[in-house]
């Protein structure tokens, strides 16, 4: 067992701009993030990772970096972010940066210079190249719809750009780029900071001589992914950034890598590989949407089997060899309770069912700003109440392509990442005590039913729940290093699996739906020894555990049984 603080960790995400907004420009700060410091500190978390926060011009709400050395002016100074960590420090809390490698803003001092001429200096510090046929160099599609290239008058020349325009991609190949960004990274680690979330870092790397993706229907751009993500040259970086740097620090860090599956992802995180201490996956963010199409805006229903299959795979080829980072939600994706739990009759009780799960798996448990008290999704009427340039760029191209827009916005409804980028509910005051200003984004209408201060004063609310998984994990060393069975892996309804240490075994029971369905439990399970850890429902008496017991809609519950 190779035990690390940050296995035994809870990491809580914060995206600055919609948390807390102290000076009324609408916008969340730092001293915002500043003055949630004991909320957080109540609620367990041992690490605060934060959205980027670095100066920019936030086209894309900061993920566009024009100083990786200076603090974006809507937040803040450095003088708040050094107040803002030696707090975080003083109650025992860490913070993990949010840094961009593979890409900058079109306004980094670099693009500037590089886009000015061919022979500027700094030209290779990104991808230029000629256009070919009168088009761009080759048919690779962008995240964020259309070409992944953007032609530029100055020097009649295409630079790439994976996601908005407005996103350089950087030339990992030139080292100048690779010794500037070792330096930058290792400016932060002398500050103090706890670690970093490296955005986007599968795509560092693209393929040699960047050929044309496949297209037999002859489409003008293609989801050329595998020619950009998780090539075999971004480990190479990983591990020299890692031997160069970050080894000489005790600090976590997660890469954003889509397009893996856990055999692939043990390249990154396996123990012996000297690169990074775990990844997000995108497997169970991909359960909802058919392949092909427009990927995440091609919406099918998820169902349990599949999402049995990709964990208990992740949990199972992961064991003792790398380590999981666990999510439902983050600033990119729509809200977990009302994407795979119930955001009306069983918001509450799913929203808790939705935590044990997470919580319960082996690997760090990620919970991102409103999931703690259940936020749901919002489904603004018109485009113009969205933000998000994702959301904005697909709504354009669906126009373009005449689609009705009752129709897009049914897409938008459910995948936007605005559901997740309304304003902390913290009271019922106006704008949901996010902001005395006009918000940047609209809060969500039902903060009067969902907020911090309700939470907290109600000893069932979805809070206490998260509070006690937590307390639970720093208990029960079997909760964060035992090691995981799926049982009754037919079950189109219920997961339930098992979570084994030495002499001690979890059983973790969740209903995944509104129904009461029967469940039966396999006989070689220790039940007379049971002690019922946590649960969404009262359990008493007639409710217990049996070897066949009937299940309430949502219901979860977590049992210590011997092994
Ligand atoms: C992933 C980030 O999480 C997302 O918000 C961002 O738009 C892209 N990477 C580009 O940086």
């Known amino acids: 067992m190779n035990k690390k603080w940050w296995k035994e960790s809870v990491v809580y995400q914060i995206y600055p701009i919609s948390f807390l907004d102290t000076n009324g420009d ?56 050094d107040l803002l960590l030696r707090e975080a420090h003083a109650r025992g809390l860490k913070i993990m940066m949010d840094l961009v490698l593979n890409h900058t803003s079109d306004e980094h001092p670099w693009f500037i210079e590089s886009r000015s001429s061919k022979d500027n200096p700094k030209r290779d510090y990104y991808i230029w190249r000629k256009g070919k046929n009168g088009g761009p160099p080759n048919n690779w599609e962008s995240y964020f719809s259309g070409s992944v290239w953007k032609y530029d008058e100055t020097t009649d020349e295409y630079y790439m750009h994976l996601y908005s325009k407005h996103q350089p991609d950087l030339n990992w190949e030139n080292q100048r780029v690779i010794d500037g960004m070792h330096e930058m990274v290792e400016w932060w680690l002398k500050k103090g900071v706890d670690g970093f979330r490296f955005d986007a870092i599968a795509h560092i790397v693209k393929a040699a001589g960047l050929p044309d993706g496949d297209n037999p229907n002859h489409l003008p751009t293609v989801r050329a992914y595998d020619l950009f993500s998780n090539l075999e040259n971004v480990h190479t970086l990983l591990n020299n950034l890692y031997e160069r740097v970050l080894f000489h620090y005790d600090i976590m860090t997660v890469g954003e890598t889509s397009g893996l599956g856990p055999e692939q992802a043990l390249s990154y995180v396996g123990d012996t590989r000297n690169e990074l201490n775990m990844v997000f996956q995108f497997e169970h963010m991909q359960l909802d949407a058919a392949s092909g199409g427009s990927g995440k805006w091609n919406i099918r229903p998820w169902n349990l089997l599949e999402l049995k299959k990709v964990m208990s795979n992740w949990q199972t080829v992961l064991h003792e060899q790398g380590w999981n980072a666990n999510y439902w939600c983050n600033h990119d994706q729509p809200r977990s309770v009302s994407r795979f739990g119930d955001d009306t009759r069983y918001r509450v009780e799913s929203a808790k069912m939705l935590a044990t799960f997470i919580h319960m798996l082996e690997g760090t448990p990620y919970i991102y700003q409103g999931e703690e008290i259940g936020m749901t999704n919002i489904a603004f009427q018109s485009i113009d109440d969205y933000r998000d340039v994702e959301t904005l760029n697909f709504y354009e191209e669906q126009m373009n392509e005449g689609v009705p827009e009752e129709k897009i916005m049914q897409v938008i409804w459910k995948k936007s990442r605005d559901n997740a980028r309304t304003p902390m509910q913290w009271n019922i005051s106006e704008e949901a005590g996010f902001t005395k200003g006009r ?37 029960h060393e079997v909760i964060v290093y035992g090691k995981y069975e799926l049982l009754l892996a037919d079950d189109e309804e219920i997961y339930v699996y098992t979570r084994t240490l030495g002499g001690s075994r979890l059983l973790v029971i969740l209903n995944f739906f509104g129904n009461e369905p029967e469940l039966t439990l396999p006989h070689d399970l220790n039940l007379d020894t049971r002690e019922l850890l946590v649960s969404n429902y009262p359990v008493k008496g007639d409710d217990d555990l049996s070897q066949t017991f009937r299940l309430r809609p949502y219901e979860a519950r977590v049992y210590m049984l011997k092994a």
């Not at 990772?49 to 936030?58: A, E, T």
């Not at 609310?461 to 208990?475: C, F, N, P, V, W």
């Open 439 to 475: 918000p940047w984004i609209r809060v969500n209408s039902n903060y009067a039913l969902i907020n911090v201060e309700d939470a907290l004063k109600d000893p069932d609310s979805i809070y206490y729940h998260y509070k006690k998984l937590i307390a639970l994990r720093k208990e």
């Open 26 to 81: 609408g916008i969340g700060d730092l001293r915002g993030i500043m003055s949630k410091l004991d909320y957080l500190k109540d609620l367990g978390i041992d690490v605060i990772w934060i959205c980027p926060i670095y100066k920019s011009p936030n086209h894309d709400n900061g993920y566009d970096i024009s100083d990786y050395q200076d603090i974006m002016k809507e937040f803040g100074t450095m003088d708040d972010f």
